[in-house]
């Protein structure tokens, strides 16, 4: 089994900053990949942004620019840089990793924009 626990969501204005963790813990041997994904109210949850394990990233068209994703491989941990935030980035987002072909899923962290 696979935990993740996201961190670092919150309220934050227009224009400003946040940045989210996600920690993994558990029988953790080969993830093929981590990411970010979200779901705002009555929309299907979608991805954000993603990094294999070879650093190959892809990011929603949305967030290209102004999103960064990252790991640290000692920690087990990633991280989603968001920089410019629009209240259109409103949603609760879930960090995802793959493990040896499972995918498995964080609780969820609230980022609210206001404008």
């Known amino acids: 089994q696979v935990q993740l626990v996201e961190s670092g969501g919150g309220l934050v204005q227009a224009g400003g900053s946040l940045r989210l963790s996600c920690a993994a813990s558990?029988?953790?041997?080969?993830?093929?990949?981590m990411g970010w994904y979200r779901q705002a109210p009555g929309k299907q949850r979608d991805l954000v942004a993603r990094i294999t394990g070879g650093d190959s990233t892809i990011y929603a068209n949305s967030v290209k620019g102004r999103f960064t994703i990252s790991r640290d491989n000692a920690k087990n941990t990633w991280y989603l840089q968001m920089n410019s935030l629009k209240p259109d980035d409103t949603a609760i987002y879930y960090c995802?990793?793959?493990?040896?072909?499972?995918?498995?899923w964080g609780q969820g962290t609230q980022v609210t924009v206001s404008s």
């Open positions: 995802t990793a793959q493990v040896a072909g499972r995918s498995y």
């Open positions: 558990g029988s953790i041997f080969s993830i093929n990949y």
